[in-house]
């Protein structure tokens, strides 16, 4: 079922991730997590020794404008770097443009925890070390690849292929997801802008 608006997250902690499931209820905040909100007001939650609160905090003080999105590459032949430090060479697809998509005309995306891991089942699995490589990359302004998106007729686009950058965007107050998309396409993004950022 559809979560309800502001209704918080409930998380269930793994050791190499997390679980995140939507409550149903709206128990009250424990000052052990620290919570975000999705794009329609929606709350969800990590353990705070992650420090991901504390992080996007501090990253918040520094710059004098607020993106809008993460730095992304964008041109085919763009180089960035991966997380193990190697560089690479963005590829894009003939026929799809990279454009900056409000994040509230995205289905918030679900990843199930990996067959064999304790806990299987629905909702959404963070992988922390993943997060936070991704987080740090988003605040040192390292350019990322964009997000890959399905676009189906009829229904809101979906991440494919993008997942911690969504949520790692979410944490830090990010609006707007690059993505890569077929030109033309049709999913409800009249607001998609093919610039960069914009100051607030």
Not at 20 to 48: H, M
Not at 93 to 104: F, N, T, Y
Request: charged letters at 25%; aromatic letters at 8%; proline letters at 10%.
């Amino acid at each position: 079922p559809t979560p309800r608006l502001a209704s918080p997250a409930t998380c269930l902690r793994g050791s190499a991730g997390l679980k995140l499931e939507r409550a149903q209820s709206a128990p009250s905040p424990t000052l052990d997590r620290d919570y975000f909100s999705f794009p329609d007001g929606q709350a969800w939650s990590l353990p705070r020794t992650w420090l991901c609160g504390e992080k996007a905090h501090r990253w918040r003080q520094r710059p004098a404008y607020r993106l809008r999105a993460f730095v992304a590459v964008r041109q085919d032949g763009d180089s960035w770097t991966d997380e193990a430090g190697r560089p690479q060479t963005y590829n894009l697809r003939q026929g799809h443009e990279v454009m900056d998509v409000p994040m509230a005309q995205l289905e918030k995306p679900q990843r199930f925890r990996p067959r064999g891991r304790p806990g299987a089942g629905g909702g959404c699995f963070l992988e922390r070390q993943r997060l936070e490589r991704v987080l740090e990359g988003m605040m040192a302004g390292k350019p990322l690849p964009p997000v890959l998106l399905e676009v189906l007729g009829g229904s809101r686009a979906k991440v494919a292929n993008g997942f911690h950058r969504y949520y790692a965007s979410l944490i830090l107050g990010f609006k707007e997801l690059p993505v890569e998309v077929p030109k033309r396409a049709n999913f409800g993004a009249a607001a998609a802008r093919p610039a960069a950022k914009t100051a607030a």
